[in-house]
């Protein structure tokens, strides 16, 4: 009887334990607060040659939101084999640029130090209690026994990471470590936040991913609509995350995977996300005439397959329960790399009409209408060109990241 008894309470502790965690759970749910877009990391971009056995990377990521609960998410996506993490640890980064830390948290995966993810796929550290302020700074340290071949990251970093043999994932700061500037193995890092509150995905090519901006400067346009989201009491909470690929496509494969191919686990698979903003053509527009004349055949047949690709986009995005926003496809007029003619030119006012007038997206933010120069449409404004009339100087970005209309994530 006793023993009866006593299992009687054992299950009613653990179905009060598991209403306890109910209700936490009710009253929150994990967002995004920072993330990046992945792919394989080729030549210089890829890990040292030295660095790839027994390694500590240090890496630092600006949040968007806070919260006092975080976890990571660790990527071997394009690994061909299994990736072992021997350590792990989250701190808060002194000094963006330095690789000194404050007050570290170790990390762990099922309530182990270590973790192995499979070839292809990506895991979940343990959630971690950390205060962490909207804006905050965040180091994770890693050390590998062994990176793998393919490795998996992010080369537009904008942010310098740190490199140093041995295991050292919880010192202070790391002397004599190499810096680098790009990202690897980390896909997201969440927050716990209010039920109310989501992410903000901006997918996108090397306008989003910020090419020019310099590292430590966080001046992506995505950087100045979070800092701006972050000033608004209604908005704090939200998180956004850039997912820009450098040189990326629509329709095509290029330094990374096609926006078609990436939309789902860029965009759909991240947590928390109500809203994405899609900015990108540009790419598919330029290939088109950079190296021969194009037909009107193949220009009219690349604005049918383009805007086919935005509905599709669109379709996949609303079917769960995500608002896509549009952005219009930016000037490049005067670019040497891709040296639009008149009718590419045509060919993107074309697709910009259908962004605008189609119905297709939720929402349109009119970046071209922004950025344009109003004596020579066709062209970025002379004040937000960086020089090549293609990627948008800082003052530029700063114009973009203004644009974007807050009350769209009320």
């Given amino acids: 009887m006793a023993t009866a008894w006593k299992t009687t309470i054992a299950a009613a502790a653990l179905l009060l334990a598991g209403g306890a965690a109910d209700a936490r759970t009710s009253a929150t749910r994990w967002i995004a607060t920072w993330g990046s877009a992945q792919m394989i990391p080729e030549g210089e971009n890829a890990l040292p040659a030295d660095a790839t056995h027994a390694v500590t990377l240090r890496q630092v990521v600006r949040l968007s939101a806070g919260g006092g609960e975080i ?230 047949a690349l604005v049918r397959q383009i805007t086919a690709a935005y509905r599709q986009l669109a379709e996949r995005a609303h079917a769960h329960g995500i608002k896509l926003i549009g952005g219009t496809v930016m000037p490049f007029g005067g670019n040497s790399y891709y040296h639009p003619a008149p009718e590419l030119e045509a060919a993107r006012q074309e697709i910009n009409r259908f962004i605008r007038t189609s119905g297709t997206f939720d929402a349109v933010i009119d970046f071209d209408k922004v950025m344009r120069d109003p004596a020579q449409p066709d062209r970025l404004a002379p004040a937000l060109d960086s020089g090549d009339h293609l990627h948008p100087s800082e003052a530029g970005y700063r114009k973009m990241g203004e644009a974007v209309p807050l009350g769209l994530f009320s």
């Fill in 71 to 300: 976890r990571v998410r660790f990527s071997n996506r394009f690994g061909t084999r299994p990736l072992p993490i021997g350590a792990a640890q989250v701190a808060r980064a002194a000094r963006p640029g330095t690789p000194r830390i404050e007050g570290g948290v170790a990390l762990t995966f099922s309530g182990h130090a270590d973790a192995v993810i499979p070839a292809g796929a990506e895991i979940y550290s343990d959630p971690v209690s950390l205060n962490l302020a909207p804006g905050a700074d965040l180091a994770i340290s890693l050390y590998l026994p062994e990176a793998p071949e393919p490795q998996t990251g992010h080369p537009g970093a904008r942010a310098t990471s740190f490199l140093l043999t041995g295991q050292h994932v919880a010192d202070t700061d790391l002397p004599g470590a190499r810096p680098t500037t790009r990202w690897y193995l980390i896909a997201d890092v969440e927050v716990a936040a209010a039920t109310n509150v989501g992410t903000v995905v901006a997918i996108g090519d090397s306008i989003t991913d910020g090419y020019g901006v310099e590292p430590e400067r966080n001046t992506r346009w995505t950087d100045v609509f979070a800092q701006r989201l972050r000033s608004e009491a209604r908005t704090r909470g939200i998180g956004v995350v850039n997912a820009g690929i450098g040189g990326n496509r629509i329709l095509l494969d290029g330094l990374g995977p096609n926006l078609m191919a990436r939309f789902d686990r860029d965009v759909i698979a991240r947590s928390g996300v109500r809203w994405a903003i899609v900015l990108e053509g540009i790419n598919d527009l330029g290939t088109l005439t950079r190296d021969a004349p194009a037909t009107p055949e193949q220009h009219r």
